[in-house]
């Protein structure tokens, strides 16, 4: 879909109910900003005032340790993308965001968003529901990490996000999963191996 437009539509409306007018009043505030490969869209330490929907690329969540980068996320074309404790605290952010690749991201601000949402009850409402979902998932994420094996983690990824384990490089999965990539190479060839018997 090329239309930015057409896709944030589609994204809305599959959430809850908003007319393509409200949507397109809402879009109107949006300016396409561009990223290139590994390019940041939010550094650690920056406060967050913006919210990005991405109609191109990906963007990943990560942060430093001792040196050593742990993904926690990435956003996909046809998603939202934004620090979140930063941007409802006002606090700086914990962690990078970063362009996969080459990224189209279009860009609403802070200030933007909150006086549209405040003369808007479907903004409201879309707000809500997206806490709500990013709530649920991560609990479930953290429930998965802490309780179930290396296999069962990558099995619950499979059922639960199918496109994000065809789209997002296998070294990030594995990060996300707390593993090494080499780990989750075995891990795909003992399942492979099980479907085969």
Not at 16 to 21: C, M, V
Not at 90 to 117: D, F, M, R, T, Y
Request: proline letters at 3%.
């Amino acid at each position: 879909m090329n239309n930015p437009l057409d896709l944030i539509t589609k994204v809305i409306q599959s959430t809850i109910e908003a007319s393509p007018n409200e949507i397109n009043l809402f879009f109107d505030h949006f300016k396409l900003q561009k990223l290139k490969a590994d390019e940041y869209f939010i550094r650690e330490g920056e406060v967050c005032n913006k919210v990005g929907f991405i109609t191109k690329g990906m963007i990943r969540y990560f942060y430093v340790d001792d040196q050593e980068e742990t993904t926690r996320w990435v956003s996909l074309e046809g998603e939202f993308a934004t620090s979140l404790g930063s941007f409802i605290t006002g606090q700086p952010c914990s962690h990078h965001l970063q362009a996969i690749g080459s990224c189209e991201v279009w860009v609403i601000s802070k200030s933007n968003w909150q006086k549209i949402s405040k003369n808007h009850e479907w903004l409201r409402n879309f707000w809500t529901r997206v806490l709500e979902i990013t709530c649920v998932g991560f609990e479930d994420r953290v429930y998965q990490q802490l309780a179930s094996s290396a296999e069962q983690r990558y099995e619950y990824m499979m059922k639960r996000y199918p496109h994000f384990i065809e789209k997002v490089p296998q070294k990030y999965v594995a990060s996300m999963m707390g593993i090494k990539p080499e780990s989750l190479s075995r891990v795909r060839a003992q399942m492979a191996r099980k479907r085969r018997t």
